[in-house]
């Protein structure tokens, strides 16, 4: 069956980086649009960058372009965040998403991602 399953969150001092994972199984990541969101205590989740699956063109939130960057291993099956400049703002548990959806990037709106990840929790902290 279809799994996503996140790591590499942890305590990052602002300014610094951390690279999450996500290892897929169940499917292949090319074949598939795919995202990373995160949710704040508090908060809405939001979706912070995708790779979309009928053109591979990738899409960032405002707020994190620049400063993240998606990416995949196909050959691992493992899609990956990579943080760099973290901010204060950046501290939420991240998830993985996946669609089978050709046109949707798993960003903006969430109402074609047909899996998720179970999260891993990103802190920030001096």
């Known amino acids: 069956q279809v799994q996503l399953v996140e790591s590499g969150g942890g305590l990052v001092q602002p300014g610094g980086s951390l690279r999450l994972s996500c290892a897929a199984s169940g499917f292949t990541l090319d074949g598939a649009g795919v995202g990373w969101y995160r949710q704040a205590p508090g908060k809405e989740r939001e979706g912070v960058a995708c790779?979309?699956?009928?053109?591979?063109?990738?899409d960032y939130l405002n707020s994190v372009k620049g400063r993240f960057t998606i990416s995949r291993d196909v050959t691992k099956n493992v899609l990956y965040l990579q943080m760099t400049n973290v901010k204060p703002e950046d501290p939420a548990v991240y998830y993985c998403a996946a669609t089978s959806n050709s046109n949707f990037c798993p960003r903006v709106g969430d109402q074609w991602v047909e899996y998720w990840g179970k999260g891993t929790l990103v802190t920030v902290s001096s």
């Open positions: 790779i979309k699956r009928s053109d591979s063109l990738t």
